[in-house]
């Protein structure tokens, strides 16, 4: 039995959702370890300011993708998972 155009077009939707969550999981990690680092390094008993800016601006960078895949990455790809029966109705020769 071949497998349908909707088939297809559901396995990589599910594979696109899962790795944009994936993404934003990796990303909470990494602003997690920055801030962590960046307090650590604040506490010693001789703070490398520099590092401190460093790491601080990494953590805004990770603050901003995150903006990005939740405002813009995520809405676009609701679209696509919320419409996905669209795919199958076409494949069928339906239109809504």
């Known amino acids: ?3 349908t ?3 297809q077009v559901g396995a990589e939707t599910r ?3 899962a790795a944009v969550y994936a993404a934003l999981d990796a990303i909470d990690g990494y602003a997690e370890a920055v801030a962590r680092l ?3 390094q604040q ?3 001789d703070p490398n300011d520099m590092l401190i800016k ?3 601006q990494f ?3 990770a603050h901003a993708m995150t903006k990005i895949i939740e405002d813009d990455v995520i809405t676009e790809m ?3 998972v919320d419409r996905l029966f669209a795919v199958d109705l076409a494949e069928k020769g339906e239109f809504i």
């Open 1 to 3: 039995m071949a497998v």
């Open 5 to 7: 155009v909707y088939e």
């Open 15 to 17: 594979a696109m959702e």
């Open 38 to 40: 960046a307090a650590e």
């Open 43 to 45: 506490a010693s008993a």
């Open 54 to 56: 460093r790491l601080h």
């Open 59 to 61: 953590g805004a960078k």
């Open 78 to 80: 609701l679209f696509c």
